[in-house]
């Protein structure tokens, strides 16, 4: 409807600024930008925050008044030392959501409950007793019991050890459990987090908690995980590549042999060559039928450092993540590679250097620099509550009005 002389109702009018953008969404933008810069930087007062922002002292305070109405932020006191009146100081208000992170590995689910600010609150774990998709959601359910905090998460995200669709969440790839590449599975999901539910394959998650670690540093990087399974992430411009489908990483399908008419071996889902070389418990059955006497794949290590059938299996270890390294090493030239995962957590930085001479000696130039990642057997979880926590105040600016 226009009013004479074809300009907008006078309602229209008072609502809009000249330029015809509404007035109530300035209000809302600025609050967001407010609200990003409490969260990265808080607490903050209203002047420092105008200073910060580039905007008015009374732009500030609106919106400061509108994001205290919606819940999102608190006052935390006052900032003393100042001349004069001393000014209130505001903070977000870390009781308005939470968000959930939870790591479903072969054997255990975890899960890790944390204030919308990033305070963790409640940490739980339970063991997988069987095969089946039952067995698997029933360990989730007792993980989450287990990092129980009052109302729904704002926003959960689930890492799992296998590709996934990032439309339907259906999970493939995952011969170490491969409960989870049945739609039962996806469907209990759905089910107990509906529309606030994130998956992703647990490898992308410890990438993007890696770069949480490393947020003062630049460069790319490449990140393997070596433990039960193998699996990489190639994190490019702040975040991990996944590919068109979800694929991309999946080193541990890499084929070991070739026919002798230079045909591969047809691939199959439930299995994975490199990985079956590679991953711990092959270590520790090759250390079984050299006659070391180790258990575990720490002793496996240990034994190294003055056993030469122990050396040599390690040697061997490093040999074969080399070749998966370099295939990834020759197409996307990364800064620096990170590994991750029990076996190199097991190996230390001594186990670096193996794979990083022997990595050198399959490549053309130079290798990168392998080094350990920072956040250890922590980094799916530290990724999933760092996505969990940016998704959860997505949510919750919806309350801005």
């Not at 109702?9 to 600024?17: A, K």
């Not at 433990?227 to 399908?253: K, T």
């Not at 957590?345 to 399959?362: N, S």
Request: charge should be negative; glycine fraction near 12%; proline fraction near 6%.
């Amino acid at each position: 409807m226009e009013a004479p002389g074809g300009r907008p109702p006078l309602e229209e009018q008072d609502s809009r600024s000249p330029k015809g953008v509404r007035v109530a969404d300035v209000k809302r933008m600025n609050a967001k930008l407010v609200l990003a810069a409490l969260r990265s930087g808080g607490p903050l007062t209203g002047p420092e925050i105008a200073e910060r922002l580039g905007v008015t002292k009374p732009t500030a305070a609106a919106a400061l008044r509108l994001l205290a109405g919606s819940g999102l932020v608190e006052s935390s006191g006052v900032r003393a030392g100042q001349v004069g009146r001393s000014p209130e100081l505001w903070q977000v208000n870390a009781a308005a959501g939470t968000a959930l992170a939870v790591d479903i590995g072969p054997r255990s689910v975890t899960a890790v409950r944390a204030a919308i600010d990033g305070r963790v609150v409640a940490r739980g774990s339970s063991a997988i007793t069987g095969d089946s998709v039952e067995a698997v959601l029933a360990a989730l359910d007792a993980a989450i019991d287990g990092a129980f905090s009052p109302g729904a998460p704002t926003w959960t995200v689930v890492g799992v050890p296998g590709a996934v669709d990032p439309v339907t969440f259906r999970v493939s790839l995952a011969p170490n459990l491969p409960a989870l590449a049945e739609q039962q599975f996806t469907d209990g999901l759905r089910a107990r987090f509906v529309d606030s539910l994130e998956v992703q394959k647990d490898v992308y998650l410890a990438a993007r908690g890696e770069l949480e670690a490393r947020r003062n540093e630049s460069g790319d990087f490449l990140l393997v995980t070596v433990g039960h399974g193998i699996g990489a992430a190639q994190v490019r411009n702040g975040a991990p590549i996944v590919g068109a489908s979800g694929f991309a990483g999946e080193i541990g399908y890499l084929p070991l042999h070739a026919h002798s008419d230079g045909r591969e071996p047809a691939i199959d889902s439930r299995t994975a060559p490199l990985e079956r070389a590679a991953a711990e418990e092959q270590l520790l059955r090759s250390a079984q039928d050299a006659g070391v006497a180790v258990a575990t794949i720490d002793a496996l290590f240990a034994a190294a450092a003055t056993d030469d059938a122990a050396r040599a299996i390690v040697r061997a270890e490093a040999s074969l993540l080399a070749f998966g390294l370099a295939t990834v090493v020759l197409t996307t030239n990364p800064e620096r590679i990170l590994l991750s995962g029990s076996v190199a957590i097991a190996g230390g930085a001594a186990f670096c250097a193996v794979v990083e001479q022997a990595l050198g000696g399959r490549l053309p130039f130079p290798a990168p620099p392998i080094a350990l990642a920072r956040t250890g057997p922590e980094g799916t979880l530290a990724g999933g509550l760092s996505v969990a926590i940016e998704r959860g105040w997505e949510v919750l600016a919806r309350r801005i009005d």
